[in-house]
């Protein structure tokens, strides 16, 4: 298995409510752990769920929104809808002519 610091890009503290016990204004610090490749979400979850040593002892963490597809959470992120269009600035795109991936009417590579 690999090691947490191997996974992860960047941890931010952030004020978020969370939708597990929302109780209306309750904003908590939590922290945002942003790791580098999308498959390691499941990895990166197991080790904090499971709970790391810091010298003092283990300490485990409750984890939020680590089980969102990366596709979805990426639509999410950047106020993509499904089923919609986009805007694409000009020449910045070419056309996907050949192997396609999906029904679209269009497909672009950026």
Known sequence: ??????LV???E???KQSIMSFT???SRNLFKVTNALPPQVPTLRTI?????DFGIGTRQFQTYESNILFVLRFMVDCGIMGASW???PPSTYTIRKHKTM???QLEVDI
């Open 48 to 52: 904090l769920e499971r709970g790391m």
């Open 24 to 26: 209306g204004n309750d």
């Open 1 to 6: 298995m690999a090691h947490g610091a191997d």
């Open 9 to 11: 890009q960047e941890v």
């Open 13 to 15: 503290l952030v004020k």
């Open 102 to 104: 999906s029904r679209c």
């Open 86 to 88: 986009m805007s694409l």
